[in-house]
């Protein structure tokens, strides 16, 4: 009689391990062109977004849409927000990189924040009443963290060509632009370096919930925004 050979194991590892590397090729495609996720590591955009949320941003929004005052963007900070340096070394580094990638841990360079200045607006803190004021009018923040005031730190500034000022909606515990005046780039971020906007938390799920575009913030700009 003759016996059915069995296929060697080693082929079945295979199949597994290129499957494995497509499905990873395929969600780092997915996640570098259009959606991806991203860890909450501190409590600078509460209420809205508390500490270990983990949100999706999406890449291509502001592409349909550009960025307008009261919008909340993910970006990286390097160069601006964040050290030029972090000093872990190239293992902690990769580790460190795998954990982001996985939504696990937040990133040294990645940050959320506010969009409260556009390019060519005058920010100022604050006027009579306590309030951020941008080309002369005071804005309206309901989303600031209740019983916090606009800002204790007084600020004026304005906002050049290709940059934006960016605060955190828990202004006694975020570290922003106000407090990056002197560092380079003034702590204002470039428009390039926004990666996204964040779309819908998804975890913990007892706070799964869309993240909405606010309505228009403040005045217009000379540039119509």
């Given at each position: 009689?003759?016996?059915?050979?069995r296929q060697?194991?080693?082929?079945?590892w295979?199949?597994?391990?290129?499957?494995?590397v497509?499905a990873v090729?395929?969600?780092?495609?997915?996640?570098?062109?259009?959606?991806?996720v991203?860890?909450?590591?501190?409590?600078s955009?509460?209420p809205?977004l508390?500490?270990g949320?983990?949100?999706?941003?999406?890449r291509t929004?502001?592409?349909?849409?550009p960025i307008?005052r009261?919008?909340?963007?993910?970006?990286?900070?390097?160069?601006?927000?964040?050290?030029?340096?972090?000093?872990?070394?190239p293992?902690?580094d990769?580790?460190?990189?795998?954990?982001?990638w996985?939504?696990?841990t937040?990133?040294?360079?990645?940050y959320v924040?506010?969009v409260?200045?556009?390019?060519?607006d005058?920010v100022?803190?604050?006027?009579?009443?306590?309030?951020?004021?941008?080309n002369?009018?005071?804005?309206?923040?309901?989303?600031?963290?209740?019983?916090?005031?606009?800002?204790?730190?007084?600020f004026?500034?304005?906002v050049?060509e290709?940059?934006l000022?960016?605060?955190?909606?828990h202004?006694?515990?975020?570290?922003?632009?106000?407090?990056?005046?002197?560092?380079?780039g003034?702590?204002m971020?470039p428009l390039?370096?926004?990666i996204g906007?964040?779309?819908q938390i998804?975890?913990?799920?007892?706070?799964?919930?869309p993240?909405?575009?606010?309505?228009?913030v403040?005045?217009?700009?000379?540039?119509?925004?």
């Open positions: 009689m003759h016996q059915t050979k060697p194991r080693t082929m079945g295979r199949f597994v391990f290129l499957a494995l497509l090729t395929i969600s780092g495609v997915v996640r570098s062109l259009w959606i991806d991203y860890y909450i590591p501190s409590e955009m509460e809205l508390q500490g949320d983990r949100i999706l941003v999406s929004d502001f592409q349909a849409d307008r009261g919008d909340i963007v993910v970006f990286d900070g390097r160069g601006t927000f964040a050290p030029l340096n972090s000093g872990r070394g293992l902690m990769a580790v460190g990189g795998l954990a982001q996985l939504g696990l937040g990133s040294d360079t990645t924040k506010r409260v200045g556009l390019p060519g005058t100022v803190c604050c006027d009579a009443g306590g309030k951020v004021t941008v002369g009018v005071p804005l309206d923040e309901p989303y600031i963290f209740p019983g916090e005031v606009p800002s204790t730190q007084k004026n500034s304005v050049p290709g940059r000022w960016l605060m955190g909606d202004r006694s515990v975020s570290a922003d632009s106000r407090s990056l005046l002197g560092a380079p003034g702590g971020v390039e370096r926004v906007r964040p779309v998804l975890w913990p799920l007892d706070r799964f919930a993240v909405e575009r606010p309505p228009v403040g005045p217009t700009t000379q540039n119509g925004r």
